[in-house]
């Protein structure tokens, strides 16, 4: 009777493209917070991934394109990259490369 291999993964790994869309989106917010504004910090960072201005609630699109639309990319690339067509994921995994995953 054959053994089965089986595949260990490591305890911690960090999704490049999903966190470069995520950054994408809280540029804005996050240096808003920084400079102590944290009203308009929290307005960018509803109006980039809801697309509504929180002080019109007006809808537009433009403001998805900053948050909403890279982080959608991100996960995209993710899967489909990362997984199953390319599986580059496997083969940083079988090359040694620590913590960072596409």
Not at 31 to 53: I, P
Not at 76 to 88: C, E, I, R, T, Y
């Amino acid at each position: 009777m054959a053994k089965k291999k089986r595949r260990r993964s490591r305890s911690i790994t960090i999704p490049l493209a999903p966190i470069a869309g995520l950054g994408a989106g809280l540029a804005t917010p996050i240096s808003q917070a920084l400079a102590g504004n944290y009203e308009s910090a929290f307005y960018y960072l509803s109006q980039n991934y809801t697309g509504v201005d929180p002080r019109t609630g007006q809808f537009n699109i433009e403001h998805l394109k900053r948050g909403l639309v890279p982080l959608l990319g991100g996960l995209l690339v993710h899967k489909f990259v990362g997984g199953s067509p390319l599986n580059l994921n496997r083969i940083l995994a079988r090359a040694n490369v620590p913590f960072i995953r596409i």
